[in-house]
């Protein structure tokens, strides 16, 4: 090491102290956030035993966003000791922060953005050699991360950011192995003054100067600090809330009326008046996701009876296998009571409307119990243009038909599992052109998993196209549980015993996958691990059929004796 490191001048940076690798974690891109369109690596996972470090990165990391593709940004590294000030400045989110969260890819037990420098070359394990580039520029998917829409700013305002690697030289490592510093090159200019100077002195050209001339930085920083020199302070508004607003508002519940024995109607309204509210109309099929229950760890969807999102109506049946979200909403939540509401995205193409063809259209429900819920609006909607549509209602008893004063009598027929009356899905489907000349049938359905089933059965077989069927799955339909199987975890060799009365999600979180979720219902994408070899019975509509042939959603697809997998 040069003579630097002996100065005695208080300008320089202190010598960080001898360190090793306490964890190494890699990560796929995922549907990330429950929200349409988003996408991320950063839920990464522990990985044991010697990991290829090269140019591009560890062995089996992917990332997602063009810049961290860089060779510059081939590895993250965070202090784990942020974590605990984290849950001291955020307590409610006291349980997101834990070694992991913020993607990182190493962290060791020393190392920080105050004794760091930019351009240190350190080793790691026995051949690796990397670099420090700059650290990092939190984004707004973070704020999606710790579902607080302020994340990114404070991590920027705070510094606790974590840093960048480009590798000069590749090698093996694995935890365990020591970190050593082997070349500082500019002692002072540790990252934490660089952060001060970017988003607190911000208009300290001369530094910003000295910055881009830094050797080590990374590209992207070089064309920031450039720019910031030619242009002045450049708009961090997209960086830091990006096109994806935070989606979560608080609602009121101001309404809560029996309808059937088992079925409640609930009415939310906005809890602040001046809530912004994006797109306050819902689009066809709507849906809302809730965030409720202790420490908020429930997220569930229902289906939008009718309103927008200024007073909206859900029809919500108390399940007796609820895993906590109609149970808690019949038992325990009252008039007056808060939560926070996400507008839902469907994953699932749209159906043809009568309006996108030119050809007369027939149009079929077939629903079960609260699934009724899922198609009002629809129904709504042909009436007003007088379509062609017919409906069937399965319900244990007709005193449990709700929102029958919703849905047409003429049109409406009811299968009463009490009178013997049951609905026969594969009877009441024609085929796809059955309905005369020039026709098209479109088939919807909404119900419990038994009904989903026999409807998708039964369009297969006749031929139905995607564009011609439709189904939902909010609710309690689809729970992960079945027939048991083994999982076998790809890069550590590890089977999981996945039982009868659990998902794969489950499974996966309780081993310490730390498995994104969302929907729990198949419905967002946002659990799919990929599936490296074995058979698979998929349920949940967020995957396309190309997808299905490598991919599955832990949260309710189920494996056939032993599957091998990558998360």
Same mark, same amino acid.
């Given at each position: 090491? %040069?003579?630097?490191?002996?100065?005695?001048?208080?300008?320089?940076?202190?010598?960080?102290?001898?360190?090793?690798?306490?964890?190494?974690?890699?990560?796929?891109?995922?549907?990330?956030?429950?929200?349409?369109?988003?996408?991320?690596?950063?839920? $990464?996972?522990?990985?044991?035993?010697? #990991?290829?470090?090269?140019? /591009? /990165?560890?062995?089996?990391?992917?990332?997602?966003?063009?810049? &961290?593709?860089?060779?510059?940004?081939?590895?993250?590294?965070?202090?784990?000791?942020?974590?605990?000030?984290?849950?001291?400045?955020?307590?409610?989110?006291?349980?997101?922060?834990?070694?992991?969260?913020?993607?990182?890819?190493?962290?060791?037990?020393?190392?920080?953005?105050?004794?760091?420098?930019?351009?240190?070359?350190?080793?790691?394990?026995?051949?690796?050699?990397?670099?420090?580039?700059?650290?990092?520029?939190?984004?707004?998917?973070?704020?999606?991360?710790?579902?607080? $829409?302020?994340?990114?700013?404070? #991590?920027?305002?705070?510094?606790?950011?974590?840093?960048?690697?480009?590798?000069?030289?590749?090698?093996?490592?694995?935890?365990?192995?020591?970190?050593?510093?082997?070349?500082?090159?500019?002692?002072?200019?540790?990252?934490?003054?660089?952060? !001060?100077?970017?988003?607190?002195? *911000?208009?300290?050209?001369?530094?910003?100067?000295?910055? *881009?001339?830094?050797?080590?930085?990374?590209?992207?920083?070089?064309?920031?600090?450039?720019?910031?020199?030619?242009?002045?302070?450049?708009?961090?508004?997209?960086?830091?809330?990006?096109?994806?607003?935070?989606?979560?508002?608080?609602?009121?519940?101001?309404?809560?009326?029996?309808?059937?024995?088992?079925?409640?109607?609930?009415?939310?309204?906005?809890?602040?008046?001046?809530?912004?509210?994006?797109?306050?109309?819902?689009?066809?099929?709507? &849906?809302?996701?809730?965030?409720?229950?202790?420490? !908020?760890?429930?997220?569930?969807?229902?289906?939008?009876?009718? %309103?927008?999102?200024? !007073?909206?109506?859900?029809?919500?049946?108390?399940?007796?296998?609820?895993?906590?979200?109609?149970?808690?909403? &019949?038992?325990?939540?009252?008039?007056?009571?808060?939560?926070? +509401?996400?507008?839902?995205?469907?994953?699932?193409?749209?159906?043809?409307?009568?309006?996108?063809?030119?050809?007369?259209?027939?149009?079929?429900?077939?629903?079960?119990?609260?699934? +009724?819920?899922?198609?009002?609006?629809?129904?709504?909607? =042909?009436?007003?243009?007088?379509?062609?549509?017919?409906?069937?209602?399965?319900?244990?008893?007709?005193?449990?038909?709700?929102?029958?004063?919703?849905?047409?009598?003429?049109?409406?027929?009811?299968?009463?599992?009490?009178?013997?009356?049951? =609905?026969?899905?594969?009877?009441?489907?024609?085929?796809?052109?059955?309905?005369?000349?020039?026709?098209?049938?479109?088939?919807?359905?909404?119900?419990?998993?038994?009904?989903?089933?026999?409807?998708?059965?039964?369009?297969?077989?006749?031929?139905?196209?995607?564009?011609?069927?439709?189904?939902?799955?909010?609710?309690?339909?689809?729970?992960?549980? /079945?027939?048991?199987?083994?999982?076998?975890?790809?890069?550590?060799?590890?089977?999981?015993?996945?039982?009868?009365? $659990?998902?794969?999600?489950?499974?996966?979180?309780?081993? %310490?996958?730390?498995?994104?979720? !969302?929907? =729990?219902?198949?419905?967002?994408?946002?659990?799919?691990?990929?599936?490296? $070899?074995?058979?698979? +019975?998929?349920? %949940?509509?967020?995957?396309?059929?190309?997808?299905?042939?490598?991919?599955?959603?832990?949260?309710?697809?189920?494996?056939?004796?032993?599957?091998? #997998?990558?998360?």
């Amino acid at each position: 090491m %040069g003579s630097q490191f002996s100065g005695s001048d208080l300008d320089l940076a202190p010598l960080p102290p001898k360190d090793f690798i306490a964890s190494l974690r890699t990560g796929k891109i995922r549907p990330f956030g429950g929200v349409k369109g988003l996408s991320s690596a950063i839920n $990464k996972q522990p990985r044991q035993g010697k #990991i290829r470090l090269t140019a /591009g /990165g560890l062995e089996g990391d992917e990332r997602q966003y063009i810049n &961290h593709n860089s060779p510059d940004n081939a590895i993250h590294q965070y202090d784990p000791r942020h974590y605990e000030e984290w849950k001291n400045i955020l307590p409610e989110r006291a349980h997101k922060f834990k070694v992991g969260a913020f993607g990182e890819n190493i962290s060791s037990a020393h190392l920080s953005e105050a004794n760091l420098c930019l351009g240190d070359k350190f080793r790691l394990g026995p051949d690796a050699i990397v670099q420090v580039t700059m650290l990092r520029q939190p984004c707004y998917k973070l704020n999606h991360r710790f579902e607080y $829409k302020k994340m990114s700013r404070l #991590i920027q305002s705070t510094g606790f950011t974590g840093w960048y690697y480009r590798v000069l030289r590749g090698g093996d490592v694995q935890e365990g192995d020591p970190i050593e510093l082997i070349e500082r090159i500019n002692p002072r200019w540790p990252l934490l003054r660089i952060h !001060s100077i970017l988003y607190t002195d *911000s208009n300290n050209m001369e530094a910003i100067e000295e910055i *881009s001339k830094l050797e080590g930085l990374s590209r992207e920083f070089l064309n920031l600090t450039r720019n910031r020199l030619s242009k002045g302070i450049e708009n961090m508004n997209q960086r830091l809330l990006g096109n994806f607003a935070v989606p979560w508002h608080l609602y009121k519940l101001v309404e809560k009326t029996r309808l059937t024995p088992r079925v409640q109607k609930f009415i939310f309204e906005p809890e602040e008046s001046n809530t912004d509210v994006k797109d306050l109309n819902f689009g066809r099929f709507p &849906h809302v996701r809730l965030r409720f229950g202790p420490d !908020s760890k429930f997220t569930r969807a229902y289906s939008v009876v009718s %309103g927008d999102m200024r !007073s909206f109506e859900l029809g919500i049946a108390k399940d007796d296998d609820s895993r906590g979200g109609s149970l808690y909403l &019949h038992d325990d939540f009252k008039i007056g009571d808060i939560l926070e +509401v996400a507008k839902g995205h469907t994953a699932v193409i749209p159906i043809i409307t009568s309006d996108q063809i030119d050809t007369p259209t027939r149009h079929i429900f077939i629903l079960g119990g609260i699934g +009724v819920t899922a198609f009002i609006g629809e129904i709504r909607a =042909l009436e007003k243009i007088s379509a062609d549509f017919e409906i069937h209602y399965a319900v244990r008893s007709k005193k449990e038909a709700a929102y029958l004063d919703h849905l047409p009598a003429s049109r409406t027929t009811i299968y009463a599992k009490s009178e013997g009356k049951r =609905l026969d899905a594969a009877a009441l489907i024609p085929s796809p052109d059955d309905c005369g000349d020039n026709c098209k049938t479109l088939v919807y359905c909404c119900g419990p998993s038994s009904l989903l089933a026999a409807c998708r059965d039964a369009t297969t077989k006749l031929g139905y196209p995607r564009s011609q069927t439709h189904f939902e799955e909010f609710g309690g339909a689809g729970t992960g549980t /079945g027939d048991p199987f083994e999982a076998e975890i790809k890069n550590t060799g590890e089977v999981l015993q996945v039982p009868r009365e $659990k998902s794969l999600l489950d499974i996966l979180n309780e081993a %310490g996958f730390e498995i994104e979720s !969302s929907c =729990l219902v198949g419905n967002c994408g946002t659990c799919m691990v990929d599936v490296c $070899k074995g058979k698979v +019975v998929h349920q %949940g509509v967020a995957l396309e059929d190309e997808q299905k042939e490598s991919s599955m959603l832990a949260c309710v697809s189920r494996g056939k004796g032993r599957i091998v #997998i990558d998360c």
